[in-house]
């Protein structure tokens, strides 16, 4: 059983472009979570996705986006950066969209200069 | 009314010595309680979770305790060791929700 991988680790993009990063869920899960997690702070969820479509979003805009593909993999798409969106981008994963047992990956890195 | 709030910030314990952090929340909706520990450039892993029908849950040397009138609960590390040494994260959730709602965080630093 593969546990929930991220990918890039790392990242560093300029105010105003865009970026994609990447999750690939547990195996067997179906739900796909993404959290921002800021240098000191709890992680804040961003949105969920069970069964390709949004299925719950947080108090983040709308340039904030995402997709799930039909083997629950999922991206999370950020236009227009701002220097504000640097943080650790957490994917959790799980067996059902109200499932308790969330399982996250290592997280990507993102630094917006 | 979605605030969960985390004490202390940060926390230095000797070896061997009980590790305590305190989480209160706000929305009575909330029904299941994990507690997450986070190393340095890693994800969150769930350490031990609880629901408010009991009110303490151990595992090894990990215990929660739970208090439903005072809407609060905590994370006791019993024999704290110097490998504990993270930033522990209270969170909660309700069943109609799809989010985990997390507490702000507690650098837990354990003395050799």
């Known amino acids: 059983e593969t546990g929930v991988t991220q990918s890039p680790t790392h990242l560093i993009k300029t105010r105003g472009q865009q970026v994609t990063l990447r999750c690939s869920s547990q195996?067997?899960?179906?739900?796909v979570s993404w959290y921002q997690q800021a240098l000191g702070q709890g992680p804040q969820f961003i949105f969920q996705?069970?069964?390709?479509?949004?299925?719950g979003r947080g108090n983040f805009p709308p340039r904030f986006s995402g997709l799930q593909f039909p083997n629950y993999s999922s991206e999370l798409n950020v236009n227009a950066l701002e220097l504000d969106d640097s943080a650790l981008y957490l994917c959790a994963s799980s067996l059902g969209q109200l499932n308790t047992e969330a399982f996250f990956g290592q997280g990507t890195r993102l630094t917006v200069v | 009314q979605q605030q969960v709030k985390q004490s202390p910030q940060s926390l230095i314990v000797q070896k061997g010595g009980i590790s305590i952090i305190n989480c209160a929340y706000e929305n009575t909706a909330f029904d299941y309680f994990p507690w997450y520990q986070q190393f340095p450039g890693k994800g969150p892993a769930l350490l031990i979770a609880?629901?408010?029908?009991?009110s303490e849950k151990k595992e090894g040397r990990f215990t929660i305790s739970f208090n439903k009138s005072a809407k609060q609960f905590s994370l006791h590390i019993m024999d704290s060791q110097p490998g504990d040494s993270a930033t522990y994260f209270c969170?909660?959730?309700?069943?109609?929700?799809?989010?985990?709602?997390f507490g702000s965080g507690t650098q837990l630093t354990v003395l050799p």
């Open positions: 195996s067997g899960h179906n739900t």
């Open positions: 996705y069970y069964r390709e479509e949004e299925n």
């Open positions: 969170a909660a959730k309700s069943g109609s929700a799809r989010q985990l709602t």
């Open positions: 609880i629901r408010p029908d009991v």
